[in-house]
């Protein structure tokens, strides 16, 4: 099993910034995708940002120019920094892994419980 614990989440003001943070631990092999998700009240599950384990990125078109997806593959770890937050950015932001458990394990997608992020003046 691979376990994902997030950090970070909390409450800023429209303008501001917050860093989150989640690593993987437990039975890991490798690990190829990393991402963030996010969940607004009422809505479904999207993809915020993506990043692969040669470094490739991938962002929403929401969040293009204001967030950075960077990752630390030896601490098998994923930050996501928010800048310039929104009120529409407010959501319960998820990570993702994607990952084996052993060279012969097929790929699958693991989840974090979830951190809030609350963007309000």
């Known amino acids: 099993q691979v376990h994902l614990v997030e950090s970070g989440g909390g409450l800023v003001q429209p303008g501001g910034s917050l860093r989150l943070s989640c690593a993987a631990s437990g039975s890991i092999f490798s690990i190829n995708y990393m991402g963030w998700y996010g969940q607004a009240p009422g809505k479904q599950r999207e993809l915020v940002a993506t990043?692969?384990?040669?470094?490739?990125?991938l962002y929403a078109d929401s969040v293009k120019g204001r967030f950075t997806i960077s990752r630390d593959n030896a601490k098998n770890t994923v930050y996501l920094q928010m800048n310039s937050l929104k009120p529409e950015d407010t959501a319960v932001y998820y990570c993702n892994a994607q990952a084996r458990t052993t060279a012969w394990a097929r790929s699958r997608d693991y989840w974090g419980q979830g951190t809030q992020v609350t963007v309000s003046s």
């Open positions: 990043i692969s384990s040669g470094g490739t990125t």
